[in-house]
């Protein structure tokens, strides 16, 4: 067996075991989880595929590549959390063996293996490969995509890498939208700036790669505009630009929000921005070039989000590959050069590590002493979620201990002995991530939505309305198991026929407990109980 194949099937047996046990653990979140997975139920129950539903009616805010990725997943597992998060942990497999790909392809076999460590080793892009959201595959056909245009200039072969860039990043747009095509016209303007030209990079390549791009985006706006009209897709394009310029769904954050997000969540990957230098005469052309390519998608991506009014978490994961591939050629460096590691890195790692050790030896301490913690909580809802019994036990505070000492010692040695060093502190955080999520993910589920999940869940099959009043939700569709049974009535008058009209079967509604006074004056409510922050009711006149 060839070496390198070898290799890729020992990267691909490393991802199965890190991101494939225990998807289906906990129940999917609100909202993007459940918002996706319940697009993919839909499809399977309604045989529509290709218009994203959600409700079982049109809905315009995502293309529906990972809505028929999840829906294949869950035709061949079931309808469940494992099958809903299956595809990203199979991304998740591809992306590791892709990382090493390009990075034996772009400067070595050495800084292969450590851009591999560096992404599976760091907290939020190892996360994320556990989840059902879309952003793992979106990452990934940018990223190829990119690549792919490196290779126009360094490649044997100049047009196939423009048709195959133009088709991931068709591939990009079905997955998320036009922000695909945003982040590369950017990112293109800013290498044109910057390389003071396109040296290598000729025009007829970019037409090749827009053209590409636009009949791979048209295999599906196409064939829907032809078949419905223009209606979705003015709609789906009119909430993008929404989604950019108002802060969305009460997701407006300040403009430094992603970076301390980044800086944090993909610890210890992060610091290697502050070690990284300008000097890199021990780089070849190809290496020199794609790290500027590297380079111009992290900027662009943290300053086009920064801007953008609506910001989430996973907006900015997109940087995650830049930041991995940063530090893995910082390190990767160290058989040519021994750099001085600056004190911020050092004093950084060992700020950041406390922060992340202090995080997992207290939340143990505040689940077993949470009453002491209600009198300093203002939101009457935050309080309600403590009430909820979760089982916490003060030996979950040595996951938090174990990981300090490994900080300690990882710092104290790195002094000396820095590759080693990291490469360890890399395989450690693999165990340890894991097992946080193992001990820690069912309990904060536990507290915030899983009453919730259990009233939905307690009505499943069943012909009735579950209504959320006061807050936006998408499980009580999954976890009911909703059938397209919309009457007429009710999707021309909405909340007010549910709540007043003469309905066609029992309605029932839950809403927090700090909007619980609004339903409790409707006369022909009926309040059936309440837990852990929410409220249960149903109407009475049926």
């Keep these: ?49 290709m218009r994203v ?49 390009i990075g034996k392809r772009v400067v070595n076999e050495r800084m292969a293996w450590l851009w591999v460590l560096f992404y599976a080793g760091t907290w939020l892009s190892f996360f994320y490969f556990k989840t059902a959201i879309i952003d793992p595959v979106f990452n990934f056909f ?81 064939v829907d505009i032809f078949h419905n009209g223009w209606w979705f897709t003015k709609t789906f394009i009119a909430y993008q630009i929404r989604l950019f310029s108002t802060g969305d769904a009460g997701h407006g954050q300040p403009f430094y929000y992603h970076p301390i997000v980044l800086l944090i969540g993909c610890f210890p990957a992060s610091l290697f921005l502050f070690q990284s230098r300008k000097q890199n005469l021990q780089l070849n052309l190809k290496a020199k070039d794609f790290k500027r390519w590297m380079w111009i998608l992290f900027w662009v991506v943290l300053i086009l989000f920064s801007i953008v009014k609506t910001k989430i978490v996973h907006y900015s994961s997109l940087c995650y590959f830049p930041i991995t591939f940063i530090a893995a050629l910082e390190i990767s460096k160290m058989d040519l050069v021994k750099p001085q590691w600056k004190n911020i890195f050092r004093g950084l790692f060992l700020g950041l590590g406390i922060v992340w050790s202090l995080l997992l030896i207290l939340l143990p301490i505040i689940g077993k002493n949470k009453t002491m913690l209600i009198p300093y909580i203002k939101d009457e809802f935050a309080i309600a979620n403590l009430q909820a019994e979760v089982t916490w036990s003060y030996w979950l505070c040595s996951i938090g201990i174990a990981y300090l000492l490994v900080v300690i010692l990882v710092f104290v040695k790195s002094r000396y002995f820095f590759e080693r060093s990291m490469v360890l502190f890399l395989i450690l955080n693999m165990l340890f991530i894991p097992i946080t999520m193992l001990a820690f993910t069912p309990k904060i589920e536990a507290y915030s939505q899983a009453a919730a999940i259990d009233f939905y869940k307690s009505f499943s099959g069943k012909d009735c309305y579950i209504i959320p009043m006061g807050f936006k939700s998408y499980a009580h569709l999954f976890y ?16 007010k026929w549910l709540l007043e009209g003469d309905v066609d079967k029992p309605i029932y509604f839950i809403c927090k407990i700090n909007y619980a006074k609004n339903l409790d004056k409707k006369m022909n409510l009926i309040r059936m109980g309440a837990k852990n922050g929410f409220v249960f009711y149903k109407r009475n006149d049926q």
């Design 142 to 222: 940018i990223l190829i995509s990119f690549f792919q245009v490196f290779l126009i200039r360094f490649g044997n072969r100049k047009i196939l890498p423009a048709i195959l860039a133009g088709f991931f990043l068709g591939l990009a747009v079905l997955t998320k939208g036009p922000v695909a095509i945003l982040i590369a016209e950017l990112a293109l303007i800013v290498y044109l700036i910057w390389n003071k030209g396109f040296w290598g990079l000729g025009f007829k390549h970019v037409l090749i790669l827009s053209l590409v791009c636009a009949l791979t985006s048209f295999s599906w706006f196409g």
């Design 1 to 49: 067996m060839n070496k390198d194949l070898k290799k890729l099937l020992m990267i691909a047996l490393l991802g199965i075991v890190l991101f494939v046990p225990f998807l289906g653990q906990v129940h999917l979140f609100d909202w993007d989880e459940i918002n996706f997975a319940e697009a993919a139920r839909e499809m399977l129950v309604s045989k529509n595929y």
């Design 53 to 101: 539903q959600i409700d079982f009616q049109p809905f315009w805010e995502k293309p529906p590549l990972f809505i028929w990725m999840q829906a294949l997943s869950m035709a061949i597992f079931g309808i469940n959390e494992f099958a809903a998060r299956l595809p990203n942990a199979v991304f998740g497999i591809i992306t590791l063996c892709t990382l090493f790909y």
């Design 480 to 495: 009911a198991r909703k059938k397209d049974n919309n009457s007429k009535a009710y999707e021309q008058n909405g909340i």
